[in-house]
């Protein structure tokens, strides 16, 4: 199946940072979002991004479908940005199934 | 707004006993998922259902089975629950065809002693 994998692991910043956090794949995919899951566990879904790029106030993503990468920009970092952010990818058309990447855990310090 | 609901925040059983996890969603989506997450595994899908009594295997459906009898519930059985199957589950919904989004459940956190 589909390889998913996202980089940094861990990230610990001061609030006001800008972080970049990274998704490769390892085949092509026609579907790929990005989420956030909370302290409290749960998940809500940031951007649908299969390619190209879109941005939502202070998070921006793109997609880079030929080279098999997606990147999740966070700037002016704020407490309430801690959490896992995972990175989930589609295969194939048809079934909207989604492998997700193992995350990254972003720590956001006052 | 889409809201997926999940019978318990936290459940604690014995190894053996049979397991219910209950999914409600009320967007009257065709698309249900059932995930594990494991901490260094991300999310792992174990079922999934298009619709009314129909469903398939994910990735790791072993020890489990699932239930659709309506259209908006989606049941998660463990069947005789055992200490591997401690996770938190994570249930979600989609409209059919619609790939930008998943709604997720809070999530039941699931400790088998």
């Known amino acids: 199946g589909i390889q998913v994998e996202q980089s940094p692991p861990d990230l610990i910043l001061q609030e006001g940072a800008n972080s970049t956090l990274r998704c490769n794949f390892s085949d092509s995919v026609n579907n790929l979002q990005w989420f956030h899951q909370n302290p409290w566990g749960q998940l809500i879904n940031l951007f649908y991004?299969?390619?190209g790029t879109k941005q939502n106030g202070r998070l921006s993503a793109t997609t880079v479908a030929t080279e098999r990468y997606s990147l999740l920009y966070i700037s002016s970092s704020q407490t309430t940005d801690s959490g896992v952010y995972f990175c989930a990818v589609e295969r194939s058309f048809g079934n909207e199934k989604l492998t997700f990447g193992t995350g990254t855990r972003l720590t956001i310090i006052p | 707004d889409v809201k997926v609901t999940q019978s318990s925040r936290y459940l604690v059983k014995r190894t053996g006993e049979k397991v219910f996890l209950e999914c409600v969603q009320d967007?009257?989506?065709?698309?249900m998922f059932w995930y594990r997450q494991d901490p260094g595994l991300g999310l792992r899908l174990i079922y999934f259902s298009y619709d009314v009594k129909m469903k398939e295997k994910g990735d790791i459906p072993e020890g489990y089975s699932v239930s659709r009898e309506k259209k908006e519930r989606f049941s998660l059985i463990l069947e005789s629950a055992s200490t591997n199957q401690t996770s938190m589950y994570l249930c979600?919904?989609?409209?059919?065809?619609?790939?930008?989004?998943?709604?997720f459940g809070p999530g039941t956190r699931l400790t088998v002693l």
């Open positions: 991004i299969p390619s």
């Open positions: 979600a919904s989609t409209e059919a065809a619609r790939r930008d989004e998943q709604f």
């Open positions: 967007m009257d989506h065709e698309n």
